[in-house]
Protein backbone atom coordinates (compact mmCIF):
# COMPACT_ATOMS: atom_id res chain seq x y z
CA UNK A 1 0.00 0.00 0.00
CA UNK A 2 1.29 3.70 -1.01
CA UNK A 3 1.94 5.95 2.06
CA UNK A 4 3.31 9.15 1.66
CA UNK A 5 5.11 11.14 4.39
CA UNK A 6 5.66 15.21 5.03
CA UNK A 7 8.39 16.31 7.22
CA UNK A 8 7.82 18.49 8.67
CA UNK A 9 4.44 18.97 10.07
CA UNK A 10 4.95 22.61 10.80
CA UNK A 11 7.54 24.83 10.01
CA UNK A 12 7.29 28.42 10.91
CA UNK A 13 9.97 30.86 9.65
CA UNK A 14 11.06 34.61 9.47
CA UNK A 15 9.95 36.41 6.09
CA UNK A 16 12.76 36.55 3.28
CA UNK A 17 13.75 32.89 4.11
CA UNK A 18 14.33 29.83 1.48
CA UNK A 19 12.68 27.41 2.36
CA UNK A 20 12.11 23.05 1.95
CA UNK A 21 9.66 21.00 2.41
CA UNK A 22 9.95 17.00 1.98
CA UNK A 23 7.55 14.50 0.79
CA UNK A 24 8.59 10.92 1.07
CA UNK A 25 6.43 7.56 -0.71
CA UNK A 26 7.25 4.01 -0.31
CA UNK A 27 5.90 2.58 -4.18
CA UNK A 28 8.18 4.32 -7.07
CA UNK A 29 5.69 2.71 -9.31
CA UNK A 30 3.32 6.46 -9.33
CA UNK A 31 2.44 8.64 -12.65
CA UNK A 32 3.07 11.66 -11.50
CA UNK A 33 3.23 13.90 -8.02
CA UNK A 34 1.30 17.20 -7.42
CA UNK A 35 2.05 19.85 -4.43
CA UNK A 36 -1.22 21.35 -2.95
CA UNK A 37 -1.85 24.01 -0.95
CA UNK A 38 -4.25 24.61 1.01
CA UNK A 39 -5.39 27.38 3.01
CA UNK A 40 -7.77 27.21 6.41
CA UNK A 41 -11.43 26.26 5.70
CA UNK A 42 -10.69 26.74 2.29
CA UNK A 43 -9.89 23.58 -0.64
CA UNK A 44 -7.04 22.47 -2.43
CA UNK A 45 -5.25 24.46 -4.92
CA UNK A 46 -2.73 22.57 -7.49
CA UNK A 47 0.86 24.39 -7.94
CA UNK A 48 2.64 22.44 -9.28
CA UNK A 49 2.52 18.73 -11.04
CA UNK A 50 5.97 16.52 -11.95
CA UNK A 51 5.38 14.03 -14.30
CA UNK A 52 6.89 10.33 -13.22
CA UNK A 53 9.32 10.89 -16.20
CA UNK A 54 10.61 14.24 -14.62
CA UNK A 55 12.68 16.27 -12.66
CA UNK A 56 11.53 18.82 -11.82
CA UNK A 57 8.99 21.57 -12.45
CA UNK A 58 9.11 25.15 -11.70
CA UNK A 59 6.20 27.80 -10.85
CA UNK A 60 7.52 31.61 -9.98
CA UNK A 61 8.75 30.95 -6.82
CA UNK A 62 7.98 27.59 -6.59
CA UNK A 63 10.38 24.86 -7.56
CA UNK A 64 9.56 20.98 -7.03
CA UNK A 65 11.52 18.11 -7.31
CA UNK A 66 10.96 14.60 -7.96
CA UNK A 67 13.22 11.53 -7.48
CA UNK A 68 11.10 8.47 -8.06
CA UNK A 69 14.04 5.98 -7.31
CA UNK A 70 14.21 7.32 -3.73
CA UNK A 71 10.52 7.76 -3.13
CA UNK A 72 11.50 11.44 -2.30
CA UNK A 73 10.05 14.81 -3.88
CA UNK A 74 10.68 18.30 -2.45
CA UNK A 75 8.97 21.74 -2.95
CA UNK A 76 11.40 24.52 -2.74
CA UNK A 77 9.88 28.03 -1.81
CA UNK A 78 12.22 31.31 -2.62
CA UNK A 79 12.13 34.23 -0.76
CA UNK A 80 9.10 33.39 1.54
CA UNK A 81 6.42 36.28 2.13
CA UNK A 82 3.50 36.32 4.47
CA UNK A 83 0.46 34.90 1.80
CA UNK A 84 2.65 31.99 1.43
CA UNK A 85 1.81 30.67 4.89
CA UNK A 86 -1.03 27.63 4.40
CA UNK A 87 -0.82 23.96 4.81
CA UNK A 88 0.88 22.53 1.65
CA UNK A 89 0.40 18.83 0.45
CA UNK A 90 1.81 16.50 -1.63
CA UNK A 91 0.05 13.67 -3.85
CA UNK A 92 1.13 10.64 -5.40
CA UNK A 93 -0.94 9.59 -8.39
CA UNK A 94 -1.19 5.85 -8.83
CA UNK A 95 -2.93 3.16 -10.62
CA UNK A 96 -6.72 1.76 -9.58
CA UNK A 97 -7.92 -0.38 -12.37
CA UNK A 98 -9.13 2.50 -14.97
CA UNK A 99 -8.92 5.67 -13.15
CA UNK A 100 -5.95 7.22 -11.11
CA UNK A 101 -6.09 7.84 -7.58
CA UNK A 102 -4.27 10.03 -5.22
CA UNK A 103 -2.53 9.05 -2.34
CA UNK A 104 -2.12 12.48 -0.08
CA UNK A 105 0.43 13.07 2.99
CA UNK A 106 -0.83 15.07 5.69
CA UNK A 107 0.85 18.05 4.94
CA UNK A 108 3.24 20.38 6.39
CA UNK A 109 1.83 23.62 7.89
CA UNK A 110 4.05 26.70 7.20
CA UNK A 111 3.97 30.14 9.01
CA UNK A 112 5.91 32.93 7.13
CA UNK A 113 6.20 35.65 9.96
CA UNK A 114 6.69 39.37 8.90
CA UNK B 1 -14.40 29.30 -14.30
CA UNK B 2 -16.58 27.85 -11.69
CA UNK B 3 -14.17 24.57 -12.15
CA UNK B 4 -15.66 22.05 -9.38
CA UNK B 5 -18.72 23.32 -6.89
CA UNK B 6 -19.90 21.24 -4.13
CA UNK B 7 -22.98 22.04 -1.71
CA UNK B 8 -23.88 22.30 0.83
CA UNK B 9 -20.57 24.20 2.65
CA UNK B 10 -21.67 23.21 5.52
CA UNK B 11 -23.92 20.98 7.29
CA UNK B 12 -24.62 19.25 11.06
CA UNK B 13 -26.76 16.51 11.02
CA UNK B 14 -27.97 14.04 14.24
CA UNK B 15 -26.60 10.73 14.52
CA UNK B 16 -29.00 8.54 12.29
CA UNK B 17 -29.93 11.24 9.60
CA UNK B 18 -29.30 10.59 5.94
CA UNK B 19 -27.83 13.34 3.67
CA UNK B 20 -26.13 14.01 0.03
CA UNK B 21 -23.76 16.08 -0.73
CA UNK B 22 -23.66 17.11 -4.33
CA UNK B 23 -20.62 18.25 -6.64
CA UNK B 24 -20.37 19.32 -10.13
CA UNK B 25 -18.20 20.16 -12.60
CA UNK B 26 -17.63 22.14 -15.73
CA UNK B 27 -14.55 20.81 -17.04
CA UNK B 28 -15.78 17.93 -18.77
CA UNK B 29 -13.70 15.61 -17.29
CA UNK B 30 -14.33 11.85 -16.95
CA UNK B 31 -13.01 10.98 -13.79
CA UNK B 32 -14.37 12.06 -10.12
CA UNK B 33 -13.46 11.57 -6.65
CA UNK B 34 -15.06 11.92 -3.04
CA UNK B 35 -12.46 12.59 -0.27
CA UNK B 36 -12.49 13.06 3.72
CA UNK B 37 -10.55 14.97 5.50
CA UNK B 38 -9.84 14.56 8.65
CA UNK B 39 -7.08 16.35 11.22
CA UNK B 40 -3.60 14.77 10.96
CA UNK B 41 -4.47 12.21 8.42
CA UNK B 42 -4.55 14.03 5.07
CA UNK B 43 -7.16 12.98 2.88
CA UNK B 44 -8.37 9.62 2.19
CA UNK B 45 -10.27 8.50 -0.74
CA UNK B 46 -14.37 7.36 -0.26
CA UNK B 47 -15.69 6.47 -3.61
CA UNK B 48 -14.60 7.35 -7.40
CA UNK B 49 -15.75 7.19 -11.01
CA UNK B 50 -13.60 6.62 -13.83
CA UNK B 51 -15.90 7.46 -16.17
CA UNK B 52 -20.08 8.31 -16.22
CA UNK B 53 -21.62 4.75 -15.36
CA UNK B 54 -18.86 3.47 -13.24
CA UNK B 55 -18.35 3.61 -9.70
CA UNK B 56 -15.76 1.96 -7.48
CA UNK B 57 -14.77 2.05 -3.69
CA UNK B 58 -11.74 3.92 -2.51
CA UNK B 59 -10.18 3.29 1.25
CA UNK B 60 -12.45 4.37 3.08
CA UNK B 61 -15.75 3.18 1.84
CA UNK B 62 -18.04 2.39 4.92
CA UNK B 63 -21.63 4.23 5.21
CA UNK B 64 -21.38 5.86 1.80
CA UNK B 65 -22.87 5.60 -1.09
CA UNK B 66 -22.52 7.60 -4.23
CA UNK B 67 -24.08 7.90 -7.61
CA UNK B 68 -22.62 9.24 -10.81
CA UNK B 69 -25.56 11.56 -12.21
CA UNK B 70 -23.66 12.33 -15.11
CA UNK B 71 -20.97 13.51 -17.02
CA UNK B 72 -20.63 16.61 -14.64
CA UNK B 73 -22.49 15.42 -11.45
CA UNK B 74 -21.31 12.61 -8.58
CA UNK B 75 -23.17 12.88 -5.71
CA UNK B 76 -22.16 11.16 -2.04
CA UNK B 77 -25.11 9.82 0.42
CA UNK B 78 -24.76 9.22 3.88
CA UNK B 79 -27.71 6.91 4.90
CA UNK B 80 -27.28 6.72 8.75
CA UNK B 81 -24.98 9.18 9.94
CA UNK B 82 -22.32 8.46 12.52
CA UNK B 83 -20.11 10.93 14.87
CA UNK B 84 -16.95 9.06 12.69
CA UNK B 85 -18.33 10.48 9.68
CA UNK B 86 -17.63 14.12 11.22
CA UNK B 87 -14.94 15.74 8.39
CA UNK B 88 -14.86 17.92 5.17
CA UNK B 89 -15.25 16.25 2.47
CA UNK B 90 -13.65 16.92 -0.54
CA UNK B 91 -15.11 16.26 -4.51
CA UNK B 92 -12.00 16.58 -7.12
CA UNK B 93 -12.25 15.95 -11.08
CA UNK B 94 -9.56 14.81 -13.39
CA UNK B 95 -9.59 14.37 -16.84
CA UNK B 96 -9.95 10.45 -17.88
CA UNK B 97 -6.41 9.11 -17.68
CA UNK B 98 -4.90 7.97 -21.42
CA UNK B 99 -1.88 6.27 -22.16
CA UNK B 100 1.22 8.48 -20.18
CA UNK B 101 -1.07 11.80 -19.93
CA UNK B 102 -0.83 13.00 -17.08
CA UNK B 103 -3.62 14.28 -15.54
CA UNK B 104 -4.21 17.37 -13.05
CA UNK B 105 -6.75 17.03 -10.29
CA UNK B 106 -8.87 19.95 -9.45
CA UNK B 107 -10.43 20.49 -6.12
CA UNK B 108 -13.89 21.53 -4.66
CA UNK B 109 -13.86 23.89 -1.80
CA UNK B 110 -15.30 21.62 0.47
CA UNK B 111 -18.11 20.52 2.77
CA UNK B 112 -17.82 21.15 6.74
CA UNK B 113 -20.30 18.02 8.06
CA UNK B 114 -20.32 17.58 11.92
CA UNK B 115 -22.30 14.93 13.26
CA UNK B 116 -23.60 15.08 16.64
Known amino acids: KQEVTQIPAALSVPEGENLVLNCSFT??????LQWFRQDPGKGLTSLLL?????REQTSGRLNASLDKSSGRSTLYIAASQPGDSATYLC?????????????FGSGTQLTVLP | NAGVTQTPKFQVLKTGQSMTLQCAQD?????MYWYRQDPGMGLRLIYY???????DKGEVPNGYNVSRLNKREFSLRLESAAPSQTSVYFC???????????????FGQGTRLTVV
Open chain 1, 91 to 103: AVSISSGSARQLT
Open chain 2, 92 to 106: ASSEFPTGNKNTEAF
Open chain 2, 49 to 55: SASEGTT
Open chain 1, 27 to 32: DSAIYN
Open chain 1, 50 to 54: IQSSQ
Open chain 2, 27 to 31: MNHNS
